[in-house]
T-cell receptor, first 113, second 114 residues
Framework: DQQVKQNSPSLSVQEGRISILNCDYT??????FLWYKKYPAEGPTFLIS?????DKNEDGRFTVFLNKSAKHLSLHIVPSQPGDSAVYFC????????????FGPGTRLSVLP | KAGVTQTPRYLIKTRGQQVTLSCSPI?????VSWYQQTPGQGLQFLFE???????NKGNFPGRFSGRQFSNSRSEMNVSTLELGDSALYLC?????????????FGQGTRLTVV
């Protein structure tokens, strides 16, 4: 049973528009969430994180929103750029001291010029 | 600052053999985690080491093991290789002292079992 779900395997967006990537989780013990971006033949690169005490975190073009009651988070990229084309993974952790992340299956984002 | 370094990048082994993969974390990082990535299962947590001790373990058979050295470098070993062990093995390091923090990944080792 997947504890972290990313129901859209792929997403295409026009350059300059907003990209919204969604993630749902089932384990109410998760209290720290991260987004990673992965290019082919490279390891995942950390993008942005949010702890459960917040509902929003911003870093430049990237904003993550957390809705704890709905067990849902989303990553907004504004404006989207062709270089953002990659696979995006949502990850969650409920372990205060461990780096034991549960990853979603990923969403492939294509930003079209 | 050098990133996380994994060696080798590619490896081909035969069923039944064993393999050792190496990971050098970012300088100053004491936590090293290992993940297996396959097309069907995505990224799955194998285990985490912190200060030479295994702190967390995922749901993998005992054929998968690891260790961490005093300089924080880590190795993972897979014995009696099976075809299903073919995957990208990723290592991640973090400072992680008192709470969860982001982990920084290496490029991975692509293991093919034939």
């Amino acid at each position: 049973d997947q504890q972290v779900k990313q129901n859209s395997p792929s997403l295409s967006v026009q350059e300059g528009r907003i990209s919204i990537l969604n993630c749902d989780y089932t384990n109410s013990m998760f209290d720290y969430f991260l987004w990673y971006k992965k290019y082919p033949a490279e390891g995942p690169t950390f993008l942005i994180s949010i702890s459960s005490i917040k509902d929003k975190n911003e870093d430049g073009r990237f904003t993550v929103f957390l809705n704890k009651s709905a067990k849902h988070l989303s990553l907004h990229i504004v404006p989207s750029q062709p270089g953002d084309s990659a696979v995006y993974f949502c990850a969650a952790s409920g372990d205060n001291y461990g780096q034991n992340f549960v990853f979603g299956p990923g969403t492939r984002l294509s930003v079209l010029p | 600052k050098a990133g996380v370094t994994q060696t080798p990048r590619y490896l081909i082994k035969t069923r039944g053999q064993q393999v050792t993969l190496s990971c050098s974390p970012i300088s100053g990082h004491r936590s090293v985690s290992w993940y297996q990535q396959t097309p069907g299962q995505g990224l799955q947590f194998l285990f985490e080491y912190f200060s030479e001790t295994q702190r967390n373990k995922g749901n993998f058979p005992g054929r998968f093991s690891g260790r961490q050295f005093s300089n924080s470098r880590s190795e993972m070993n897979v014995s009696t290789l099976e075809l299903g062990d073919s995957a990208l093995y990723l290592c991640a390091s973090s400072t992680q002292v008192a709470q969860v923090t982001e982990a920084f990944f290496g490029q991975g080792t692509r293991l093919t079992v034939v």
